[in-house]
């Protein structure tokens, strides 16, 4: 899928995973931090938003929606005041941005 013409924004971690919206929350990819490449990359497979309620369900840990429900965790930990988890299963909240 190439989302190359649709803006992104990212709501990075303070360890080296995050996740990466494109569009108007239209997409999202977990994304990265590995020395040696460009400071965050995507990894795994993109996620059509909404996503649906339950996806961070613990039963859910393994494979790709594991490592985003991962990235989601550790930003919420990072920045509790933001809102990413409502943005992506599609509920836009006043205080939702990136760091």
Known sequence: MDL???SKQD?????NIGVRL???AEYCVVIER????????EVGETFTLPMPEGFD???LVAGPV???NLAVTMFEIDHPEQ?????LVGRKTANA???
């Open 34 to 41: 590995h020395t040696g490449h460009s400071p965050w990359r």
């Open 11 to 15: 709501f990075l971690t303070n360890g």
């Open 83 to 87: 809102h990413l988890r409502s943005l």
């Open 66 to 68: 594991g490592k985003l």
């Open 22 to 24: 494109y569009g108007d």
């Open 97 to 99: 941005g990136a760091s």
């Open 4 to 6: 190359t013409p649709l």
């Open 57 to 59: 369900v613990p039963v």
